[in-house]
């Protein structure tokens, strides 16, 4: 099972980029998924989630401008991000708690993608 990200580079502020995770693999279903975000000598963070229902969950800094939505056909989940600020270069990870088959099983798990960067220049 692989979660194979991209879209991310550099960017002016107030530019937008579309970031996109595609999940492959011997995957039974896909549950909730989302993007995480990492700057230099910061914690890791939530940036959007969206559930299996269409949920959606968003940090406070990038609510109004980021949306996150998923396209269930093509197991893949996408974070279209408008107004970016420099606040927002980070590397961006993609999340998705898959159910995927294991011989005769299915097991759970949480999956991460290797991530992309995102660069917002001032």
């Known amino acids: 099972v692989q979660l194979q990200a991209s879209g991310g580079g550099l960017v002016q502020a107030g530019g937008s980029l579309r970031l996109s995770c595609a999940a492959s693999g011997s995957i039974f279903s896909i549950n909730a998924m989302g993007w995480y975000r990492q700057a230099p000598g910061k914690e890791r963070e939530l940036v959007a989630a969206?559930?299996?229902?269409?949920?959606?969950d968003y940090a406070e800094s990038v609510k109004g401008r980021f949306t996150i939505s998923r396209d269930n056909a093509k197991n893949t989940v996408y974070l279209q991000m408008n107004s970016l600020k420099p606040e927002d270069t980070a590397f961006y990870h993609c999340?998705?708690?898959?159910?995927?088959?294991?011989?005769?099983?299915?097991?759970?798990?949480?999956?991460w993608g290797q991530g992309t960067q995102v660069t917002v220049s001032s």
């Open positions: 969206i559930s299996s229902g269409d949920s959606t």
């Open positions: 999340n998705a708690d898959l159910t995927v088959y294991s011989g005769s099983y299915l097991l759970p798990g949480a999956y």
